[in-house]
Nanobody
Framework: EVQFVESGGGLVQAGGSLRLSCAAS???????LGWIRQAPGKGHEGVAC????????YYTDSVQGRFTLSRDNAKNTLYLQMNALKPEDTAVYSC???????????????WGQGTQVTVSS
């Protein structure tokens, strides 16, 4: 069973930075992992994913150039470095098992409880 425990969220002013961590268990090295988020009153949105094969990353357009996803296989931990944060980034951020992340859309399953990120203007 895949399990995720996210941490690192908080309150930050616009333009600030946060680094989220996700301790993962129950996944295989072939699984693709990533981050999704849910803003208040909205559905889940794919944010970033990382390939298990070559470590390549994909980001949704709204965070491209500001967020950086990395994966430490030795520690079974996923990180999301978020810079130049904007109020519209406010959401609960969760790790997820990603089946598809591309310009054609996202498919994901098994996400954690998440960590709250609030960006004030």
């Amino acid at each position: 069973e895949v399990q995720f425990v996210e941490s690192g969220g908080g309150l930050v002013q616009a333009g600030g930075s946060l680094r989220l961590s996700c301790a993962a268990s129950g996944f295989t090295r072939d699984d693709q992992l990533g981050w999704i988020r849910q803003a208040p009153g909205k559905g889940h949105e794919g944010v970033a994913c990382i390939s298990s094969r070559d470590g390549s990353t994909y980001y949704t357009d709204s965070v491209q150039g500001r967020f950086t996803l990395s994966r430490d296989n030795a520690k079974n931990t996923l990180y999301l470095q978020m810079n130049a944060l904007k109020p519209e980034d406010t959401a609960v951020y969760s790790c997820a098992l990603i089946y598809r992340c591309s310009d054609d859309g996202w498919e994901y399953d098994y996400w954690g409880q998440g960590t709250q990120v609030t960006v004030s203007s």
